[in-house]
């Protein structure tokens, strides 16, 4: 059975808005200590609405794919819209991911907030969709089983100690 749906192949395989901005109107970045992923959103806004926007990811498929998705999805949004984007949502256009993966997901959705809330640091705005959001809150620790060595190897493992219980 396939891991990975054809919409998360094509996203991985040709990622949209990769890249940055000469000068984003906001950046941040988000990175899990465990997996080594990094992942930076760049914006840019006019009028609260965020007319453009480009990631650059250090990681797996999955999270390029979240990125490309999530990215495409906040473009055009005002950005209490793109506050209210869930990483449902982001699962849900991206037709879904192994369970192992979903947590990748979750850099994506983080990277944006930090993003915005760059944006408004920077321009002395608050939004509702920010309230209790930290961006330096502590990184993401949990285990995931997210890169792609430690999801084979975690293959290999229960391939191997299935055929032990034979
Ligand atoms: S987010 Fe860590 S490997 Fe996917």
């Not at 480009?54 to 990215?71: E, H, L, M, N, W």
Request: with cysteine.
């Amino acid at each position: 059975m396939a891991m990975y749906n054809d919409k998360v192949i094509d996203h991985f395989t040709n990622p949209h808005n990769v890249g940055e901005f000469e000068n984003p109107d906001g950046e941040g970045t988000y990175g899990s200590p465990v997996c080594g992923d990094m992942m930076k959103i760049s914006i840019k806004v006019k009028d609260d609405v965020i007319t453009d926007a480009r990631f650059k990811t250090f990681g797996c498929g999955s999270a390029i794919a979240s990125s490309s998705v999530a990215t495409d999805m906040i473009i055009g949004k005002t950005i209490e819209d793109a506050l209210a984007v869930t990483n449902q949502e982001v699962l849900d256009e991206l037709g879904g991911l192994p369970p192992i993966k979903i947590h990748c997901s979750v850099l994506a959705d983080h990277a944006i907030k930090s993003a915005i809330f760059d944006y408004a640091q920077k321009n002395g705005k608050t939004y509702k969709g920010l309230e209790g959001f930290d961006p330096n809150a502590d990184e993401d620790d949990t285990n995931h089983g997210c890169d792609m060595e430690s999801s084979v190897d975690a293959m290999v493992d229960e391939i191997k100690s299935d055929r032990l219980k034979r």
